[in-house]
């Protein structure tokens, strides 16, 4: 569910018109809803009642300060992998012992940063990364609170590009290694082990790998604690998918993927963090574009809009599906024509979709892409040197500009110029 509706005719964001919005802003723009934002949060934090829990919030999803600060209000962990998502983090507002440091190649700046600053755990996911830990950490005079990642080896039947669970994937340390692997942490002074970590995945439309994946967990807790090992919490990563596409079956909800982690971990006593990004925040997301042209071409018309890959580079880069509305809905009546949706960009690459169907739209119409609110502002560029676009957070019948476009002379001013030109 989302609050991006149609009222009268127009698509509102909240009790905000979009098109109100774009006439402030100008086109393209990203657009949040606080009520979706606040919603999915919750509906997470209440799957996991009566456990002892924290919601971590993955940052890499949608990484914008007032985001952070509207779901820290909540009482949200965050999930950071870098030494920028901290520092994010800690100017929402959010405590070091709420920040869980993930990412398979922190450097010892980051984890000094981290240390110096607060953290609820390092998510470790090498050897070698547990020694330079161990080292930064005796430097400073501090031990290291960290789990362990394993990979599982369980294939999360998502995209291979966002499959981090299987054998072959960079993630984390074999299962079969584990308890080598967390004998060698037992040894290390500068450290002091927490628990287990496990992330298979993102956008999975089926529980039953996450099932797979926490039964090893909970076998591994049990000779880990045979072992000599304190394990009090299992991180459980993120990964749950959402519907891009509205006519497709929903994936499973919270409550039911809550009710799954009772039932494969909860006689273990462990707290449970898990790192849900993309749920939360991609259907409280949209990104809005203006038609510039609608060109005829051999055999097909091209809606070719001032967005781009820049702006939204999830289709040029995973073949990625995003529903794509009219801001104004169509004259009844009114039958779809299929057309190519492409950006201005030069690339073949720069393309949103292929002969899909739309109602009939003109030069200066607004469309909405719906689902946006993950990995779309997060991973743009300037390339083509397009500015950056806008952010803008809606709440009830309020709206604010929460990144605003930079200016052509900043962006150019950026750059420097050698003596010897």
């Keep these: 569910m989302d609050h991006f509706l149609y009222r009268g005719g127009a698509l509102y964001a909240e009790d905000v018109p979009v098109s109100e919005i774009a006439a402030s802003v100008g086109t393209p723009f990203y657009c949040y809803s606080t009520a979706t934002l606040e919603r999915h949060f919750r509906l997470f934090d209440e799957a996991l009642e009566g456990m002892d829990h924290l919601v971590c919030y993955a940052m890499k999803a949608a990484s914008n300060v007032a985001i952070l600060k509207t779901l820290a209000a909540l009482g949200a962990g965050m999930d950071v992998v870098s030494g920028g998502e901290y520092l994010r983090a800690k100017a929402a507002g959010v405590p070091g012992a709420r920040i869980v440091f993930s990412g398979v190649g922190k450097t010892e700046a980051e984890m000094c940063l981290a240390l110096e600053g607060g953290v609820r755990q390092f998510n470790v996911e090498s050897e070698p990364e547990m020694e330079a830990l161990n080292r930064v950490a005796l430097d400073l005079g501090k031990v290291a609170p960290i789990t362990v990642r394993v990979n ?10 966002i499959a981090t669970g299987k054998s072959e994937n960079k993630f984390g340390i074999p299962i079969s290694r584990a308890r080598e692997v967390y004998a060698h942490a037992a040894r290390l002074p500068g450290l002091r082990v927490v628990g287990i970590d496990v992330h298979i995945g ?5 529980l039953e790998p996450f099932r797979l994946a926490y039964r ?5 807790c049990e000779v880990l604690r045979a072992d000599g090992h304190r394990i009090e919490r299992l991180d459980l990563g993120g990964g749950l998918g ?3 596409e509205r006519s497709n079956a929903a994936p499973p909800l919270p409550i039911d993927y809550g009710g799954m982690i009772r039932e494969e971990l909860g006689h273990l006593g462990c707290e449970i963090e898990i790192e849900p990004g993309r749920l939360i925040v991609g259907n409280a997301g949209i990104m809005v574009s203006q038609v510039i042209y609608v060109k005829e071409g051999e055999g097909r018309d091209f809606l070719i809009l001032d967005g781009a890959m820049n702006d939204l580079i999830r289709p040029a880069m995973y073949d990625a599906h995003h529903d794509i509305v009219p801001v104004i ?13 492409v950006g201005p960009v030069c690339e073949s690459g720069d393309t ?10 003109r030069a200066g119409d607004l469309v909405a892409f719906r689902s946006a609110g993950a990995y779309g502002a997060v991973m743009s560029s300037e390339y083509n040197t397009r500015p950056l676009i806008p952010e803008v957070l809606v709440k009830g019948d309020q709206f604010a500009v929460i990144r605003r476009r930079p200016t052509f002379d900043e962006m150019i001013n950026r750059d420097t110029i050698p003596e010897w030109l």
Excluded: M
């Excluded at 599982?152 to 590009?161: G, S």
């Excluded at 993102?202 to 089926?206: E, I, V, Y």
């Excluded at 090893?216 to 591994?220: M, S």
């Design 329 to 341: 809905e169509p004259a009844p009546g009114s039958e779809n024509r299929p057309y190519d949706v």
């Design 202 to 206: 993102s956008q999975l439309t089926d």
């Design 242 to 244: 959402i519907p891009y």
């Design 352 to 361: 949103f979709a292929r002969q899909r169907p739309l109602p009939p739209l």
């Design 152 to 161: 599982p080896d369980v294939d999360a039947k998502t995209h291979a590009k």
């Design 216 to 220: 090893k967990v909970a076998e591994l």
